[in-house]
């Protein structure tokens, strides 16, 4: 059975996108945290799976060669539909959803499998961290549990990939217009300043009108502003 598409799918792909994880080499912290599950769980196969359009693509893995599947055929794409629990299958063979599933009845012929989804803080689900067997088996409490924290740690790495990355764009030399000062982005889109920064990073905005454009462009309130302005050179007088 082919998962249907979660509801949030197109913001799902733009975040996947955007982040720019995917097809890039191993890195030794996503392979430590999988080879650990695997290990925790006593799995001859463990996974980061993340969920592309028409693929499922491997972040990191362990007792698997292939670096991708097919979508159509990903235990994983049924993960992200429920982002807030780990999928388990004690055994593929008797499950309607993934009885006939080339990667049940194939190789790796799995069996078991055990996925929890990666959410991100703002509740986006990219893929999970799974495990799985060949044959038919189960997770012990503490099994379960372990593997739902090793997921957040993913997720945790995923998320300060993309802060570095808000930092990288924001610390370079923007191209910036000499006469309108729009900014534009790496994609040739130009840009006004504040809309730019709100986009690559957590920056928050309150507005004000600065001396100079006052005068500029509000000469009527000049006197307005002179007489407020408080006369810092002298001291306030006491009252008795």
């Known amino acids: 059975m082919i998962a249907p598409s979660p509801e949030n799918e197109s913001e799902r792909i733009r975040k996947l996108t955007t982040l720019e994880l995917l097809d890039t080499l191993p890195e030794k912290t996503y392979d430590d945290i999988t080879y650990l599950a695997a290990e925790i769980a006593d799995t001859p196969i463990a996974l980061v799976s ?20 097919s979508r159509d055929f990903a235990f994983c794409a049924h993960a992200i539909l429920t982002p807030g629990e780990t999928l388990v299958v004690p055994d593929a063979e008797c499950d309607p959803r993934f009885a006939d599933n080339p990667l049940v009845t194939g190789d790796p012929k799995i069996r078991f499998y055990a996925g929890a989804p990666l959410v ?14 060949r044959k038919p088996r189960s997770l012990t409490d503490r099994q379960l549990r ?12 995923i998320e300060l990939r993309q802060a570095l990355n808000k930092v990288k764009q924001l610390g370079s030399m923007l191209p910036i217009c000499a006469h309108c000062k729009n900014i534009r982005d790496d994609k040739g889109y130009w840009e006004e300043v504040e809309s730019y920064i709100s986009k690559h990073s957590d920056t928050q905005f309150t507005h004000g009108i600065c001396p ?22 002298e001291p306030p007088t006491s009252q008795d």
């Open 50 to 69: 993340l969920i592309d359009q028409e693929r499922q693509w491997f972040k990191a893995r362990v007792g698997l060669d292939v670096t991708e599947t």
């Open 120 to 133: 991100l803080s703002d509740g986006i689900a990219l893929g999970t961290l799974c495990v799985i067997d």
């Open 146 to 157: 372990a593997l739902e924290v090793l997921s957040r740690q993913v997720v945790a790495q």
């Open 212 to 233: 100079d454009c006052i005068e500029a462009n509000f000469p009527e309130f000049q006197g307005t502003r002179a007489a407020s302005k408080p006369n810092i050179s």
